[in-house]
């Protein structure tokens, strides 16, 4: 009996949990809109916008499908992203995280991006291939400099657990460490294509490619997806501020520690979205194939370099 | 909750954020981007230009239509998800405006779609814009923007009249 209460507890928490991180993912389009727009000399829409803009294409009247793929493919891609949060410490706190979840993630990483690929693919629009081929490019490409400079991170702290990388950091964070600079620049770049921000917009450059893989996309689709992006935000942004700016921990013991620590995990995810936003702001697309050079041309040898500077840290 | 209750909601939901599809066929088209831009801002009122048709809420006729362009206006018109509204941008969609006697564009827009506002000015100016959106907004709160509706309801009559342009020029007069 006791167990069977203690489950629902747990499970209520964990809706909590993901419904708050998907909250602050959709205030954070609002914000992120508002930021871009006085970045332009502009007095741009409300911070609330994101939930006005999801409440209106839920509540649309016709919504057009083009077969069940279509529709599964965005529960798809919400519960993987739902997923990856659940499994990275936020503010220090810990739901499902285990020993070796630093691959899990890297893994789970990839999941709600193949949903949405498939939804686009099921949707048969010319332009949405074109965005799904250019999404996976992008994928592959961003995904190289960002696991080695992950692997610098497991190596220095010996531990393939992204709670124990965030422990480990308690008092110093890893981006103060000489070689951790580099590698977080390197993130900081693959974060950008993560979260699909200019210069590396390519999948969904709406001038090219009308939205590419959202192209078919309307009513209540169009809604889930909105959802879908707030939260990757919350995702990418908490998993860089996980790996190199110590989760946000600033106290240990007790409620209020973890209050304390909340806040400050929010404070540095804002930071880490607005700078992308400022990123975005200042600089036009790249063509998918300079993107591609990019990562694997200057990025992944920058990660590299970090890497045996941390390897041979390590072993003197 | 009430039926009522509900569409109200949606109603102002869906006022607060206007997605609009600019099909540019004449004139007008080249008020949009200052209308968009640092000067007059329209984002600050939620609305935002999108790509697609299944995307928008808004569909603006930027002037004159031709009848090849009449027939694509409808496909888009037809693609987007309800409630969509239809707004007619200057004198040509209204009554031809200068080009009333040409052979190859329509006189009156509202033959063949539902048009929600019409937007007097050859061309109107992007306050024009601005204050049309505002007064769509206001329609769209009382729910008397009912283009839509108007359209499910008289489809026979309009695709009469679609099929009548396509085959010999226009149907007014
Ligand atoms: S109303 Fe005037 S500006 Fe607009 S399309 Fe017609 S001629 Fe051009």
Not at chain 1, 68 to 94: E, H, N, Q, R
Not at chain 1, 134 to 157: D, G, H, Q
Not at chain 1, 169 to 190: N, R, T
Not at chain 2, 37 to 48: K, L, P
Request: with cysteine.
């Amino acid at each position: 009996m006791v167990t069977v209460v203690s489950g629902l507890i747990n499970v209520l928490i964990i809706a909590i949990y993901a419904t708050v991180a998907m909250m602050i993912g959709i205030l954070f389009m609002g914000i992120g809109r508002k930021i871009v727009a006085r970045v332009h000399n502009r007095v741009g829409p409300p911070i609330y916008q994101g939930f006005i803009d999801i409440a209106k294409l839920i509540l649309k009247k016709t919504n057009i499908t083009h077969g069940w793929i279509y529709d599964l493919a965005l529960l798809f891609s919400i519960t993987g992203i739902v997923l990856t949060i659940l499994f990275l410490p936020i503010g220090g706190v810990k739901l499902l995280s285990t020993e070796g979840d630093a691959f899990l993630v890297l893994y789970l990483l990839a999941i709600p991006a193949l949903g949405f690929a498939l939804g686009a693919g099921a949707s048969g629009n010319p332009n949405s291939a074109i965005g799904v081929m250019r999404a996976l490019v992008m994928m592959l490409s961003y995904e190289l400099p960002f696991v080695i400079s992950m692997v610098a991170l497991m190596i220095y702290y010996d531990t393939t657990s992204i709670a124990e990388i965030v422990a480990s950091q308690y008092g110093k964070w890893a981006i103060l460490i000489p070689p951790f600079a580099i590698s977080a620049a390197v993130a900081d770049m693959a974060l950008q294509g993560m979260l699909m921000e200019a210069p590396f917009d390519i999948p969904i450059a709406p001038h090219e490619i009308a939205s590419g893989p959202m192209a078919e996309f309307g009513g209540k689709h169009l809604g889930s997806l909105m959802i879908y992006k707030a939260g990757t935000i919350v995702a990418y942004t908490t998993l860089f501020v996980d790996l190199f700016l110590g989760g946000g921990v600033v106290m240990k013991g007790g409620i209020v520690a973890d209050v304390v620590n909340f806040i400050v995990w929010f404070i540095l995810i804002f930071l880490v979205f607005t700078l992308s936003l400022l990123i975005n702001t200042s600089f036009p697309r790249f063509r998918i194939e300079q993107a591609f050079k990019f990562y694997w041309k200057y990025e992944a040898v920058l990660a590299i370099i970090a890497l045996v500077w941390v390897y041979w840290m390590v072993i003197s | 909750m009430k039926y009522e209750e509900w569409s109200k909601i949606s109603r102002i939901a869906s006022k607060k954020s206007l997605w609009i599809l600019h099909f540019c066929t004449g004139c007008g088209a080249i008020e949009m981007p200052p209308v968009m831009t640092s000067r007059f801002d329209m984002e600050r009122f939620g609305m935002a230009p999108m790509a697609t048709p299944r995307q928008a809420d808004v569909l603006l006729i930027t002037g004159y239509l031709t009848v090849k362009t009449l027939k694509r206006v409808i496909q888009v018109y037809e693609q987007m998800q309800d409630p969509k509204y239809v707004v007619a941008f200057g004198s040509c969609p209204i009554n031809g405006g200068m080009y009333w006697d040409s052979y190859n564009t329509i006189n009156q827009l509202d033959k063949y779609l539902p048009v929600d506002l019409y937007l007097a000015g050859c061309m109107p100016r992007p306050e024009g814009i601005i204050n049309a959106m505002m007064e769509l907004m206001e329609m769209i709160e009382k729910g008397e923007a009912r283009g839509w509706e108007k359209y499910r309801k008289n489809y026979e009559k309009y695709k009469k009249n679609q099929e009548m342009a396509f085959k010999f020029g226009k149907v007014e007069e």
